[in-house]
């Protein structure tokens, strides 16, 4: 899938939805907005220490974590737009997510700022390598296996492997799009199109994980874990009768009995 597709799908699912995503985004809008007020007002100040500025903005990006897991399940056909606005705080639904984000995102700061030391694109490297460590995380939660969070960051890494200039690239792509909200596109357009774009991305590159890897646990965000004794490859005709197949007859696509070694 290209850019353009990954794209073109966001803009369809805004389109038809737009009531939704406004309301699905509104507390994100109000926490920004609550944030830049409170910025301006400490720079008049002059105050240098942890504000309430920086405790806002957290809130805003732990909410819209909760806000990209709805944007993914959306993209996989899994979701409805029912109920936007309890949906806006799915970051609280679940113990494990609000604190498996906070937990993730301080270990991929720290090691970012690690890598900075070295010099500022290492840095930036590696926060691509990092990305979708959270999204990982959360399908495995929600597939009843729990993983640790440098198992995650491992995994996005693995994932992210030779994809790192096709999301930078993407990334790039929405440069005018953000210039246009100066002074023609409003800002609650553009900030759903970008969210539910990267969401699009990590769809697809999950998707690709499951058709390469012989791992029975996948990050396809599937909503029971995988039953190895009587799950059936999605991508096995179910007309073939498995029984009356050769013994020794190869199947690339079946997973193995133990995941495979990150």
Known sequence: MDRAELKAQAKDLLNGHFKFYLVLLLPFYILDIASGITQTIERVDNTQTLSWSWIITFASSLLMVGITFVMIDLA?????????????????????????????????????????????????????????????????????????????ITKSRE???????????????????WLSCIVILPFFWVEPYYQQTMANYYVHLADGQRETTDEPVTVVGEETPVDETTADDGDTPSETDETTAPDNQPDADKPTDTPKDD
């Not at 494990?96 to 690690?114: E, P």
């Not at 992210?160 to 799009?177: N, P, R, T």
């Open 159 to 177: 994932m992210m492997d030779g994809h790192k200039a096709e999301y930078f690239v993407l990334q790039l792509s929405f440069i005018l799009w």
């Open 76 to 152: 996989r056909g899994v979701g409805d737009y029912e109920a936007p606005v309890s949906k806006s705080f799915t970051i609280a639904n679940r113990g494990d997510y609000f604190i498996g984000t906070i937990g993730l995102s301080i270990v991929m700061f720290i090691l970012t700022f690690l890598w900075s030391l070295l010099f500022v694109i290492p840095g930036i490297i590696k926060s691509f390598s990092y990305s979708q460590a959270i999204y990982i995380y959360r399908d495995y939660l929600d597939q009843g296996h729990k993983i640790s969070f440098l198992e995650a």
